[in-house]
């Protein structure tokens, strides 16, 4: 006879799954996706080890051949243009943002107020010329020595009197270089300015133009560059450590992901859509249209440096103020390079360009000490200078430098 322990311990045990089902079907489900995780990290190994990496396109090759002339590392180059640009640029109040000061990079130096120089190595016992402008002045392609207001000191293009300090800053037009004016002259004993501008009279009206167009209080001041002021807003309203984190929260997915976005490419591929229509940027304007664009985008410029000019009389400053050059101005015959970074633009871009010049040539300049070198490149020597339309190496900054100081009553 069984004994009633006997009988509880050979009756089967209850299965915890049908008791709850739905717990096998969770579990079932993590080991799947934990082995889609897997093979999706072998996946990508595998074709980052193995995939052929695609052929560098001709302007990728002219691009690379231009920075290793200047014995540019480019990766380390975009880093420290990013540490600038984007992860640590400020809002600033009256000038739109400001880049961190003090910084100490390998191919760029700035000083506290975020200019594009080394105080230490500034020479205090001669006048200082501060030099004023956008990404050109700044030079967002070179070292600190090849930029303009280095090469007029290395070079020795100056009186020996006076000292370059470099005050451009990307994207910057004559609105907040009447800002910076103000700004600097008050932190330095500037005797001599010197202001090269046009070209972000031009694109700072583009933005305006497709942003803005009917706001009225851009008919007095340039429209500020929307991209650098995004995150000049996002890093000064949150503080770094938060926002860093909120952005690796943004910026990391699982593998499979990357390989979901692989697979839907290819799918893409297989079955194509019709390219989308060319943009309409500008589309029904007439001459009378780009005439008005024109005037008001030079107004602006010539009652901005018109202030700088009353501003720096009134503290004994002399002031120069230069259009600078571009391939839309140049009558040089272009490269088949060159030619390419004018034909990626909208016809919009170039039609604006030469509004703008042409009223601000046309435009009694008065008193001011205003020189037209627009066409700067004219005569330039057969050779590689320019990463797009505006933008050269230290050798195209060289032979503009050495243009300032032929042509500038200050140099002779």
């Known amino acids: 006879m069984t004994s009633p322990t006997e009988s509880t311990d050979s009756a089967p045990k209850e299965n915890r799954f049908s008791k709850h089902p739905w717990l096998a079907g969770v579990i079932v489900s993590i080991i799947i996706l934990l082995l889609l995780e897997g093979g999706s990290q072998i996946a990508l190994w595998i074709r980052d080890k193995f995939q052929a990496q695609p052929d560098a396109t001709p302007e990728e090759l002219y691009l690379s051949t231009l920075k290793a002339r200047d014995s540019i590392d480019q990766n380390l180059m975009t880093k420290e243009m990013q540490y600038l640009y984007q992860d640590n640029i400020q809002f600033h109040p009256y000038?739109?943002?400001?880049?961190?000061?003090?910084?100490k990079g390998t191919y760029i130096q700035t000083e506290g107020l975020g200019y594009r120089f080394n105080p230490e190595e500034a020479d205090i016992q001669k006048s200082f010329m501060a030099c004023y402008g956008g990404s050109t002045m700044f030079s967002i392609y070179t070292k600190q020595d090849g930029t303009i207001p280095s090469l007029l000191n290395s070079?020795?293009?100056?009186?020996d009197s006076?000292?370059?300090?470099?005050?451009?800053?990307?994207?910057y037009g004559s609105s907040t270089e009447l800002?910076?004016?103000?700004?600097?002259t008050?932190?330095?004993p500037i005797k001599y300015a010197l202001f090269l501008d046009g070209v972000n009279e031009v694109t700072r009206y583009l933005d305006r133009f497709m942003y803005f167009k009917d706001e009225e209080m851009y008919d007095y001041w340039n429209y500020p560059y929307s991209t650098a002021l995004s995150y000049a807003y996002m890093?000064?309203?949150?503080s770094r450590a938060s926002e860093l984190e909120m952005r690796k929260?943004?910026?990391w997915k699982p593998a499979i992901y990357w390989v979901s976005v692989s697979l839907l490419g290819k799918l893409k591929k297989l079955f194509p859509q019709a390219p989308e229509s060319v943009s309409t940027l500008g589309s029904g304007w007439s001459e009378s249209d780009y005439e008005k664009a024109g005037k008001l985008a030079a107004k602006i410029y010539l009652d901005n440096i018109r202030d700088i000019q009353a501003l720096a009389d009134a503290k004994g400053i002399k002031a120069y103020f230069i259009l600078q050059p571009s391939l839309f101005s140049t009558q040089r015959p272009l490269s088949e390079q060159e030619q390419a970074f004018i034909d990626n633009n909208h016809p919009f871009v170039s039609a604006i360009h030469k509004s703008?010049?042409?009223?601000?040539?046309?435009?009694?300049?008065?008193?001011?000490?205003?020189?037209d070198m627009s066409d700067a490149w004219d005569d330039m020597p057969k050779g590689d200078y320019f990463y797009d339309w505006h933008h050269v190496n230290k050798a195209g900054n060289d032979f503009l430098a050495r243009k300032i100081a032929k042509e500038i009553s200050l140099f002779r």
């Open 186 to 188: 008050r932190k330095y």
């Open 155 to 159: 070079q020795n293009l100056l009186p």
């Open 235 to 238: 890093n000064t309203l949150n």
């Open 356 to 371: 703008v010049y042409k009223h601000i040539l046309a435009a009694d300049k008065g008193d001011l000490n205003f020189y």
């Open 162 to 171: 006076i000292y370059a300090l470099n005050m451009g800053v990307g994207a």
């Open 95 to 103: 000038r739109w943002y400001k880049l961190p000061g003090n910084f």
């Open 249 to 251: 929260k943004r910026e």
């Open 179 to 184: 800002m910076s004016f103000i700004e600097t």
